[in-house]
């Protein structure tokens, strides 16, 4: 491709496409650290069942791919309900590093259960197959997939739904409350465990959702959730630990970043983009572009 | 004193951090309408006795009974909706939350939407500098500004006791005072205190009884007047030398 107008708006499309997936992801990180200071290192393998569970229940029951998200999503955030009350909320008060543990076993249990089922059906690689795949709108410049403005349309309205009950709800100020200051969100008389195990779902089900989107538009195998976990927590360093403004702008800015950097120094530099930026970030800005718990 | 007027019944409450015990049978009472101080030095276990009532610090042994209820192990949010409100030592507030948004959160126990909008003027008039300053997040506040959002957030649920850790630490004179103002105020018309204080002499001035507390024991109890007057009370923490 050549440095015309027209391919670099497309890049700058694919850019706001993955971004919006990293949104997602890092969204549900960031909640999750926000409220229970815990990084769950298999947020990646969550998001990978989300997009296997996805072909699934299309393949089985027929419906559109985008309707079968629904399901996927919801099972997947029960998961991680069963994941916070029956592993992370026993640990609470004991040595971080039983989180640690905990959470590096899950990737291996939550990625070879998956490629046991997986494996037979689609060896290596699947990819979910929207009944829009050959469509596009002419924008002129550019076309445009259906699958892009879907994609970007469901993941967007999540997120401004997210940020409407975080924001401007009463549960989503106990949220804020037991993210900025636990014990004060107790004597509030918030039951914070139940914050815990509400966001810990939550977080999970973005996590699927991603997972879902990213199927869409990447082919992807029971272990493809490791890299695109890493950038997310890339970003959610970027965006300020706990913060999901920060996580919504570091996801986008992420995405853009990667597309252009990809395009301009080729597809072996597209992984090494994060952990430039987050050495970057580590030495510049600790902190993240917004403080934590905001 | 009889029994069943207590509030709230602490009866041989021992508590601890890990293998350090800090309370060593802490006993005390405290009825309805009554201002209680506990007050003693630095280390003392002041803190950990308010922690332990509101649920933050399980006991080892003892118990806290509120409202005829033993109150055992539960936690703290449980113990908050009964109406035992706790403003704790550092404030505790939600510091990138405005100062509105931090006493709605003092006010989500109120069972009515018209209590909390009462409350809200209640505590701003209690309060006039935390109305201006509304729309401020918390972290940008003063430190007695902070003090007063503390306890203006504890107020917002109508506890039916209110335990303050420490209000004047860190703050200057003139804040203390219009601070304790404001708790005598609250005395006076019958809300029902117990305040933990370093300043021996603020304290035992708004309270109607004292408790001493040394290294995790009671030592002395007494209405704050007595205690004003004791000996020793003089020596250890009023600085006046006896002679």
């Known amino acids: ?294 | 004193m009889p029994r069943g007027l207590d509030l709230l019944a602490v009866d041989d409450l021992q508590v601890g951090y890990g293998k350090i015990q800090v309370l060593w049978g802490v006993s005390l009472r405290l009825a309805a309408g009554e201002t209680v101080a506990v007050v003693g030095s630095n280390g003392a276990g002041k803190t950990t006795l308010l922690r332990s009532i509101a649920g933050l610090l399980p006991p080892v042994a003892g118990r806290v009974v509120f409202r005829d209820r033993v109150l055992g192990r539960l936690p703290a949010h449980e113990i908050a909706r009964r109406g035992l409100a706790l403003v704790p030592e550092g404030r505790e507030l939600f510091p990138w939350m405005s100062v509105h948004e931090n006493l709605l959160l003092g006010g989500r126990l109120c069972a009515e939407r018209l209590r909390v909008a009462e409350n809200l003027e209640w505590v701003y008039g209690l309060f006039p500098v935390l109305r201006e300053r509304r729309r401020q997040s918390a972290s940008t506040l003063s430190g007695g500004e902070q003090q007063m959002l503390a306890i203006a957030r504890a107020l917002m649920s109508n506890p039916s006791v209110l335990m303050l850790d420490e209000p004047s630490t860190g703050l200057s004179p003139r804040v203390v005072e219009s601070i304790f103002e404001v708790i005598a105020g609250l005395a006076q018309r019958g809300a029902t205190i117990l305040l933990v204080e370093q300043n021996v002499y603020l304290a035992l001035a708004v309270a109607d009884r004292a408790y001493v507390l040394e290294r995790g024991r009671l030592t002395l109890e007494g209405t704050g007047q007595e205690l004003i007057e004791h000996a020793a009370v003089r020596q250890a923490y009023l600085g006046v030398a006896e002679g």
Request: hydrophobic share 55%; proline share 3%.
């Open chain 1, 1 to 294: 491709m050549g440095l015309d107008a027209a391919s670099l708006l497309q890049v700058l499309v694919w850019g706001l496409v993955v971004g919006s997936i990293y949104v997602l992801l890092a969204t549900g990180l960031t909640l999750i650290f926000g409220v229970m200071k815990l990084v769950n290192f298999a947020h990646g393998e969550l998001m990978m069942w989300g997009a296997f569970l996805t072909i699934l229940i299309a393949q089985s029951t027929g419906v559109n791919p985008y309707v079968a998200m629904i399901g996927s999503t919801a099972a997947v955030g029960l998961l991680g309900v069963a994941i916070e009350r029956l592993g992370f909320r026993p640990l609470r008060g004991t040595a971080k590093i039983n989180e640690i543990f905990l959470s590096i076993a899950l990737i291996l249990v939550l990625q070879n259960a998956l490629a046991r089922f997986f494996v037979p059906y689609f060896r290596e690689n699947a990819q979910i197959r929207t009944p829009y795949a050959t469509e596009y709108f002419s924008l002129g410049l550019v076309n445009l997939r259906y699958d892009f403005v879907i994609l970007l349309a469901v993941a967007w309205a999540i997120t401004f739904g997210l940020w409407f009950v975080l924001f401007h709800t009463a549960p989503g100020r106990d949220v804020r409350a037991t993210s900025q200051n636990r014990a004060a969100a107790l004597l509030m008389g918030i039951d914070v465990r139940r914050i815990d195990m509400l966001c810990f779902g939550i977080g999970s089900a973005l996590a699927a959702l991603a997972g879902s989107l990213y199927g869409v538009v990447n082919p992807f195998s029971p272990y493809a959730g490791t890299i695109p976990a890493i950038k997310a927590f890339a970003v959610i360093i970027l965006g300020g630990l706990g913060s999901v403004p920060g996580a919504v702008l570091g996801g986008l800015l992420y995405g853009v970043v990667e597309s252009f950097g990809t395009f301009f120094l080729g597809g072996s530099w597209r992984d090494a983009i994060a952990f430039v930026l987050l050495i970057v970030v580590l030495m510049v800005r600790p902190q993240g572009i917004f403080r934590e718990g905001a």
